[in-house]
């Protein structure tokens, strides 16, 4: 079964990154600049899980991830935060905001991949 | 071109080019806040920025920048919560990080040698600026993000962190990985919270269910009737007996994501553990894991258990359970580069992100381009000269064809000459820099103030302006500003002001670097150049003049001047190269209110609006903006000043003569000037010159081939281009010739030539 991937991240790189490692393992990735272009893309698409970064413009990822909640279609779907940042106060927001999981930047491919199918099948 | 094979090196190749965006944004964002503009969403900006080349350089090991960039961010991350106002020290510092970051970006490009000893000073800055109790936490924190050379190594953090509310107190017993299949009993019960956050115990017993043999029981008889089932309760509950030969890392690693959202124990069975002593004695309802429903529908119906700390407490007390969590992963990740290149996604695939329809193009298949049109132009230029010498009516299908290919020819030009286009933005941001280094270096206080960055010119244009305008900044600081004191004595602000700017105007950009300095100190430049023998002791000469005599080559060594009164050092090293790009510079000057260097240049280097003449059988190519007007002479209109030096009325002026033959060397000097034809130049510094020539060919776009550097540059000649006919034809730098001219003939062109530009 092919796994639906939206993944948000301000940066071009880390968005090449994901796409990098998740095409290949036969992820379908979306891809979307900021939370605000991740609502949009949102819209056309019903991810099997989602992969946020935190700092972004206009909307950041915990503003992110309230929206997505507050969508009831996506109350259950997995959200994954990809941060750089490893400090437990940041996790606890993430998960507090509704985050399933979190992946430290940089990441490795394969537990990219794992965390993902750990999450979402 | 070989690393478009290798997604990974492509992948590189674009984070770079990335920073350089990141690092404009940067820029812009510290002038922002310097300007006084102190945006919450500005500090983000800039915070982002930062911490986006971070998470990009940690992706490929790069990890100076990363420990700069972190150092860098975190005192940002001070200005972004408040606990820190960006005053103009704090800003000064951050200007010298920022320059700081995009030299390290740099050199992390070009696998260069770091500049070593910048980088401990200006960790130091921050540091100084973050306070004591800031930088023992951010020291901790650098030892976190150290990484293994060349490997992506940050794993996926398996509770080296423990939340709050995690399992407390556990063991970390050092057993090496049991050898044969070990026997494990697992205990979970899912939080509220477990679902709140999408989380789904199904993925973890599947897990489970991978590593080894195993049996999950699930516990129903905390199940309500279904009449009091509350959809968001958790009421569930696992026995998971676990046959495998993996350690406890793994297995805990799989509820890694439910630390603290669940009560979980991990028994190693073998250590005589008591289900007693578990925290619930459930009445046990085995349940395969394939039947177990596994959907949100049923997860979303399980009871919440309360007593997960105490029930933990108790194992631990009662029963000597190991309960391991990991550390670190075990295996080390497989390095960066060795996966990328293991990879084969699609080429396209790592480049079709982009959602701003931009695309990244090879500046060779650009130059290509460029050149292929240039061909296409000349090839035009033969078709439309053979097709008009053929006879054909001008009214025929093939000339009104010809018309609409010229049309099409001019406009494909222009898309093409447009895709090399850019703004000037990026260089003005590195004068920026310039000004910040000359001005601490001289111990100035100086403010750039920039219009019209936004002003697109052709790429090789803007790279090539990049050392000609480092001087004229670097010039402006040292020697057309004043000092502190002498600004203050002469009424002016302490701080210093250059302006940079650049405009389109007529087919052309203007680039201005001015000052509010002490101008040109005139008597001092001409006296020096008498001194140096450059004028003659009587001469008399304009204003103008006397500032053009910065641009002497004798002056780029005069140091007095530089000391004294300003202008000079290296001038005429910056009119050369701004030559070579078909520019000219002017100078002028208020004494007591500044200097203005004004730069003219082509949009592109590759086409020329020129006008095609005739002299003595040579066929030669003007700029067309250098050519305001079209005379035939007669004896009448020609005086003679002194011998060899001849002028032409124009209308109500006089404007010196030459002969382009005659200084080609082509033939000799007209001596009957009845019926000849003469251009009216005109040059950006409002000098004119008049240029006797023998017929007028045409006006046309020429596609302008540079002379390759190997031949002597002849002086007059700027380039070369091909003609319709297939023949060369040299492309003339008037300027040169008239300033040629004057050596020989003592002839000035006049200035200010009144009614001769109307």
């Not at chain 1, 990098?20 to 600049?33: K, Q, S």
């Not at chain 2, 940067?26 to 900006?45: A, C, H, K, P, Y």
């Not at chain 2, 009119?575 to 203005?596: F, H």
Request: charge should be negative.
């Amino acid at each position: 079964m092919t796994l639906e991937i939206l993944a948000v991240d301000d940066s071009r790189t880390m968005r090449d990154m994901i796409r990098l490692a998740l095409l290949p393992a036969g992820f379908n990735v979306h891809t979307a600049d900021d939370g605000v272009h991740g609502i949009e893309v949102l819209d056309g698409i019903e991810p099997d899980a989602i992969i946020t970064d935190i700092n972004m413009p206009r909307m950041d990822g915990f503003g992110f991830i309230d929206a997505v909640r507050g969508q009831d279609k996506h109350r259950a779907t997995p959200i994954l935060v990809l941060t750089t940042e490893a400090a437990p106060e940041l996790k606890a927001r993430a998960r507090n905001a509704g985050a399933t999981g979190w992946i430290v930047k940089p990441f490795d491919p394969s537990k990219l991949i794992k965390a993902l199918q750990m999450v979402a099948g | 071109m070989n690393d478009s094979n290798d997604p990974m090196a492509e992948i590189r190749a674009s984070f770079f080019i990335e920073c350089e965006e990141l690092l404009e944004a940067l820029q812009d964002g510290l002038q922002s806040l310097d300007d006084g503009d102190v945006d919450s969403e500005t500090i983000n900006v800039v915070f982002r920025a930062v911490h986006s080349i971070k998470g990009g350089a940690g992706a490929f090991g790069l990890e100076a920048l990363v420990r700069f960039a972190h150092r860098f961010e975190t005192v940002l991350d001070e200005v972004r919560s408040d606990r820190m106002t960006p005053d103009a020290e704090a800003l000064k510092i951050f200007f010298q990080c920022a320059d700081h970051l995009s030299d390290l970006v740099r050199v992390s490009r070009d696998d260069a040698p770091l500049p070593e000893g910048t980088t401990a000073a200006l960790l130091a800055l921050l540091g100084g600026l973050l306070g004591d109790d800031h930088i023992e936490e951010d020291e901790a924190e650098d030892e976190n993000i150290e990484f293994q050379p060349a490997t992506l190594s940050l794993d996926l953090d398996l509770g080296g962190d423990p939340l709050p509310g995690d399992l407390p107190a556990i063991q970390n017993l050092d057993e090496p990985l049991p050898s044969d299949v070990a026997g494990y009993k697992i205990t979970f019960r899912p939080d509220n919270e477990l679902f709140e956050t999408g989380n789904e115990p199904f993925h973890m017993l599947r897990a489970l269910d991978e590593m080894g043999e195993c049996s999950v029981t699930c516990h129903l008889e905390k199940l309500p009737d279904f009449n009091a089932l509350a959809p968001e309760q958790s009421y569930l509950s696992w026995t998971i007996e676990l046959k495998t030969a993996v350690d406890e890392d793994e297995i805990t690693a799989a509820f890694e994501f439910v630390e603290g959202l669940c009560e979980l124990v991990i028994v190693k069975l073998g250590n005589q553990v008591e289900p007693s002593s578990l925290p619930q004695q459930l009445e046990e309802t085995p349940v395969s894991l394939h039947e177990e429903p596994g959907e949100s529908e049923l997860n979303a119906i399980i009871n919440p258990p309360q007593m997960v700390e105490n029930s933990i407490a108790n194992v631990e007390q009662e029963t000597a359970i190991e309960i391991t969590v990991p550390k670190d992963v075990g295996t080390p990740p497989p390095p960066a580069v060795t996966s990328g290149k293991n990879v084969t996604a699609p080429k396209q695939a790592a480049s079709t992100t982009a959602p701003k329809s931009v695309v990244r193009v090879d500046l060779d298949r650009i130059e290509r381009l460029v050149n292929l049109v240039g061909e296409l132009v000349i090839n035009q230029a033969m078709l439309s000269q053979s097709l008009e010498s053929s006879g054909l009516s001008p009214h025929s299908d093939a000339m009104n064809g010809l018309e609409e290919f010229q049309r099409l020819t001019r406009d494909i030009q222009d898309s093409v000459m447009m895709i090399r286009a850019q703004p000037v933005k990026s260089l003005f941001q590195r004068m920026s820099r310039i000004i910040r280094e000359a001005s601490a270096a001289v111990g100035k206080d100086v403010r750039l103030h920039t219009d019209g960055e936004g002003t697109e010119v052709d790429k090789t244009v803007i790279e090539r302006l990049a050392d000609p305008l480092t001087h004229m900044i670097r010039n402006a600081v040292d020697h057309g500003l004043e000092s502190p004191e002498e600004r203050t004595a002469a009424g002016k602000p302490e701080q210093g002001r250059v302006n940079l700017s650049a405009a389109h105007r007529s087919g052309r950009v203007i680039i201005e670097v001015s000052d509010d300095g002490g101008g040109i100190n005139r008597p001092k430049v001409l006296q020096i150049a008498i001194d140096k023998g450059l004028v003659p002791e009587d001469a008399s000469l304009s204003d103008t003049e006397i500032d053009n005599l910065l641009f002497l080559p004798g002056f780029s060594t005069a140091t007095v001047v530089s000391d004294l009164s300003g202008r000079g050092v290296g001038m005429d090293v910056v009119r050369t190269s701004i030559q070579a790009l078909g520019g000219r510079i002017t100078i002028s000057s208020t004494p007591g209110e500044g200097t203005t260097f004004s730069i003219s240049l082509p949009l592109t280097l590759a086409v020329l609006d020129g006008m095609v003449v005739q002299v003595a059988d040579e066929t030669l190519v003007l700029p067309l903006n250098v050519v305001i007007e079209t005379l035939t002479l007669s004896n009448n209109d020609v005086e003679m000043v002194r011998p060899g030096a001849h002028v032409v009325r124009v209308r109500s002026g006089f404007v010196p003569l030459f002969d382009l033959g005659k200084e080609l060397g082509y033939r000799e000097p007209v001596r009957d000037y009845e019926g000849c034809v003469v251009l009216l130049i005109a040059h950006e510094d409002d000098s004119h010159a008049a240029l006797i020539i023998d017929s007028i060919q045409d006006q046309r776009q020429v596609v302008i081939k540079g002379l390759d550097d190997s031949f002597y540059r002849a002086p007059g000649i700027a380039a070369a281009t091909i003609l319709g006919d297939g023949q060369i034809a040299l492309i003339l730098d008037t300027s040169d010739i008239i300033s040629n001219a004057i050596g020989n003939t003592g002839n000035q062109p006049s200035q200010n030539l009144t009614g001769a530009s109307a």
